[in-house]
């Protein structure tokens, strides 16, 4: 809870970089990823994607690779399920348990892998952007588009108060912690509820306040904000294109093709 | 319960999309109505909105020891009704694929649909029965709560379920699912509906007219449960 992931994106170099281009590579990352069908594309494109953030986002290794594996555990329950259960054919190996007869076949576990794959390139997209693209940079590019204005606004005021209720979070929950709030499951619970309780009067307060400091303000239900130009540089179009044209080549040639 | 990036294949998350965007439109289209009656909803919204958010990225307490966090859709559903907790849930939900790397960018239509609509849906309705029947107050937010995280976590797995059939039947691997995650999801259910109803208690003591002016309780009610306090 201490770190979201837009900390790293404020810092990131990357984020003075053009937010078009920057969506297009990921939205080709992940479409490519979820529309292949052989388990080396979506891996190419996790490499790719993580050099890129690690490399020239300058995203520490360390904490990069915990925030990837972050939904390993739902992940891998699912593969494993898959791997058992999907598909008809040879099974490939099988034990008993409990009477019922547990078997891996080839058309799951080339599934759960499938999906394993497509999970991290997709993850590794989503996280190339989060990592390199404060949600600050975003509200323009929504803004363009034909969303509708008040849906903008609203995200826009949550995303500030976010980390305003984040930081009373935090530090009433580490005062409830040294006061030995957390000690046993009961306390804990108590605990919770009550940081709960307190956060939820506090924001609607908050909320009464926001309102009559805006329309002190003249708000008249539209935030504008500055929307920087900044055009791309040759050198990105290059990495772009080689990058785009590696994906579709591996895409082409392991069309079909499965690990086993 | 989220469904990370990539996860779903390919008809099914174009599919998700499409159930969820016109129930998001139409959400939209009350919420606008709502806006133009009464403007400041709309930073109330928002810090709304930011409240499910920080909720929803607190750890709860859980007795396997795995980390397991509240949806915290069910509380918002009693407490704004469905339409407009599902805007605010595709806003919360895509800032929690962006800053805590839960879910994804083509899974939103699905997460949307199963923590958004379904389950608000689902626990609006029966809080209002219950209500109506003359429920003890905490007890219904209580299974409402308990409810909504059922709904989707029950809705979850038949996503998962429907683009994973096993050997072609989609009841097989929908009991696959529900049966493996129901080991984490029963007990985080229980859990968040009793911290709901704890929260509802603490704001019942300390700010009642909250309540009463959002419609989820009438001021005799609450009046009556606060003398029951004391």
Redesign the interface.
């Known amino acids: ?1 201490t770190h ?3 900390d790293y994106a404020v810092s990131s170099p990357l984020r003075y970089r053009n937010n078009w281009l920057k969506l297009t590579v990921v939205a080709f990352g ?2 490519a ?3 292949s069908n052989s388990p080396f594309v ?1 891996l190419v494109i996790a490499v790719c994607m993580s050099f890129a953030t690690v490399y020239f986002g300058k995203v520490p290794a360390g904490p990069y690779f915990r ?2 594996a ?2 390993a ?3 891998m ?2 593969a494993v ?2 791997a058992f ?4 054919g040879e099974k490939l190996f099988s034990f008993e348990v409990l009477g019922f007869t547990l078997g891996v076949g080839s058309a799951g576990l080339n ?1 759960a892998l499938l ?1 394993l794959a ?6 590794s ?3 190339f ?2 990592l390199t693209t404060p ?1 600050i940079e975003l509200f323009s590019v929504l803004k363009a588009t034909r969303i ?1 204005d ?2 903008i ?10 980390f ?3 930081e009373v ?1 935090m530090g009433v929950k580490y005062a409830q912690t040294v006061r030995l709030g ?1 000690k046993d ?1 009961r306390t ?3 605990s ?6 307190n ?3 506090r ?2 307060e ?3 306040k ?2 009559v400091s ?2 002190s303000r003249c708000y008249d ?1 539209k935030l504008t904000m500055l929307d920087e130009k900044r055009p791309v540089r040759l050198l990105e179009i290059v990495l772009t294109c080689g990058y785009f044209t590696l994906v579709l080549a591996v895409f082409y040639f392991t069309r079909g093709i499965s690990f086993i | 319960m989220h469904i990370f990036e990539g996860f779903l294949p390919s008809p099914w998350w174009q599919i998700w999309f499409a159930v969820s965007i016109p129930v998001i439109m139409y959400g939209i289209y009350q919420m606008n109505k709502l806006v133009s009656q009464r403007r400041e909803i709309v930073p109330l919204l928002a810090v709304a909105g930011a409240f499910i958010f920080v909720m929803s990225s607190l750890k709860l307490p859980s007795v396997t020891g795995s980390s397991s966090h509240p949806t915290g859709t069910g509380m918002a559903a009693i407490l704004f009704g469905p339409a407009v907790t599902s805007v605010l849930s595709v806003i919360v939900l895509l800032y929690q694929s962006l800053f805590l790397a839960h879910g994804g960018l083509t899974t939103l239509g699905a997460n949307v649909f199963s923590m958004g609509i379904a389950g608000p849906f689902v626990a609006y309705a029966f809080y209002k029965m219950a209500s109506k029947a003359g429920m003890n107050f905490y007890l219904n937010v209580f299974l409402a709560t308990a409810i909504a995280n059922w709904v989707t976590y029950v809705v979850t797995s038949l996503q998962l379920a429907l683009a994973f059939p096993f050997e072609g039947s989609v009841f097989a691997s929908f009991k696959m699912f529900a049966l493996v995650f129901a080991t984490t999801q029963v007990p985080l259910a229980i859990m968040e509906g009793a911290l709901t109803a704890l929260i509802m208690k603490y704001v019942v003591q300390i700010k009642g007219d909250v309540l009463v002016g959002l419609n989820v309780l009438t001021s005799s009610a609450a009046t009556k449960l606060r003398e029951a306090m004391e």
């Open positions: 809870m979201i992931l837009d992940i479409l990823g979820v529309s979506p925030i990837l972050a939904p555990g739902f992940v329950v699912s399920i898959i259960f999907f598909g008809e599934m999906v497509r999970t991290l390139g997709g993850m997209c989503l996280l952007l989060s949600m509708p008040s849906f606004e609203i995200s826009m005021m949550m995303y500030r108060y976010i305003v209720f984040l979070a957390y499951f804990s619970f108590r919770v509820a009550m940081l709960a309780t956060l939820f009067i924001s609607w908050q909320g009464e926001l309102y805006m329309n239900g």
